[in-house]
């Protein structure tokens, strides 16, 4: 069974761009999640969808960040424009609801260097 | 205010011996879940284990072992045996299964090193 998909999994571009992230949940599973992770500041939920809905989008540091989910197959997080500052590797998950433990699983990322 | 504390952020292990990741946790729903997982220097994150606040007995896989004191709000990760490929960050995490859901918060990580 294939895992969740990402893609890219190197990303570099320079300020100001804008990058796209993309995500494949696994099959069935009805929760998404995207997180980035700094050394910094560890690993951080951005947002996570519920049946393609956004249900917590709190994480989203500012209005540069916009994720969206049109099915239950794909996902896309969008940086415009994009700051050194967002460099980062970039996480998605995916769980099904109703499970039990809920156990997320998660993609290989994207590592983004933002220059 | 929910938050998991992970106070090693290095251990050293001999290979072949056992070694505790310490894992503390806040919460003030009484239905979560515990999770472990492993971030290898490839950087993808591996789940480990899994422990949920009304299961009674501690958590097995394999070499995993989860020693979960509920009362001290403790949930530390036992290695038995370890193997140099164990050498990694581990993630603790939890997941509150009332109010928002989904939402898994994780610890710092602990980078374990394993000594031949």
Redesign the interface.
Known sequence: DAGVIQSPRHEVTEMGQEVTLRCKPISGHN?L?WYRQTMMR??E?LI?F?NNVP??DSGMPEDRFSAKMPNASFSTLKIQPSEPRDSA?Y?C?S?R?GS???????G??T?LTVL | AQKITQTQPGMFVQEKEAVTLDCTYDTSDQSY?L?W?KQPSS?????LI?Q?SYDEQNATEGRYSLNFQKARKSANLVISASQLGDSAMY?CAM?N?GG??????????TKLSVKP
Request: glycine content about 20%.
């Open positions: 929760s999640f560890g690993l939920l996570y519920n249900i917590d590797v996480f998950a769980s609801s039990g433990s809920n156990e997320q699983f998660f290989p990322g590592r | 879940g999770f997982y950087g993808e994150m591996i789940f899994y949920g993630f997941l299964y928002s859901q989904g939402n898994l918060i994780f610890g710092k990580g």
